[in-house]
């Protein structure tokens, strides 16, 4: 019983520390707010919008275009986001975070 009770003290600090331990990083949200400019197809950006001013508080972002439309849309992931109407698209976050490519085909650049 003795041996066992030395044994498991070791075993049982390296699991609490382990456990401390955090596995995996998480994701930071990308920075989004500012200003973006719609493109390259301007067929598309006519009825969206040519620009729109993002503000950000975690992952909701609330967007507004020059024309005075409205809307929310939220961080899915780093990568992605989903905005609800009036534009009602998904869109892919580039990695420095300046462009977003959207489901529509339009792309919006940070200016």
Same mark, same amino acid.
């Given at each position: 019983?003795?041996?066992?009770?030395?044994?498991?003290?070791?075993?049982?600090?390296?699991?609490?520390?382990?456990?401390?331990?955090?596995?995996?990083?998480?994701?930071?949200?990308?920075?989004?707010?500012?200003?973006?400019?719609?493109?390259?197809?301007?067929?598309?950006?006519?009825?969206?919008?040519?620009?729109?001013?993002?503000?950000?508080?975690? &992952?909701? %972002?609330?967007?507004?275009?020059?024309? =005075?439309?409205?809307?929310?849309?939220?961080?899915? +992931?780093?990568?992605?986001? /989903?905005?609800?109407?009036?534009? &009602?698209? %998904?869109?892919?976050?580039?990695?420095? =975070?300046?462009?977003?490519?959207?489901?529509?085909? +339009?792309?919006?650049?940070? /200016?």
């Amino acid at each position: 019983m003795k041996t066992y009770w030395a044994m498991s003290v070791p075993l049982i600090a390296a699991i609490a520390a382990f456990g401390a331990v955090e596995t995996h990083a998480a994701a930071a949200n990308p920075n989004l707010a500012g200003t973006f400019k719609c493109g390259p197809d301007m067929k598309v950006c006519q009825w969206s919008g040519q620009t729109f001013t993002v503000t950000q508080n975690g &992952n909701r %972002l609330e967007i507004k275009n020059e024309k =005075g439309d409205q809307g929310t849309a939220q961080l899915t +992931s780093a990568i992605s986001v /989903s905005a609800g109407p009036p534009w &009602n698209m %998904l869109g892919v976050i580039s990695g420095d =975070g300046k462009s977003i490519s959207w489901s529509n085909g +339009s792309e919006w650049k940070k /200016s």
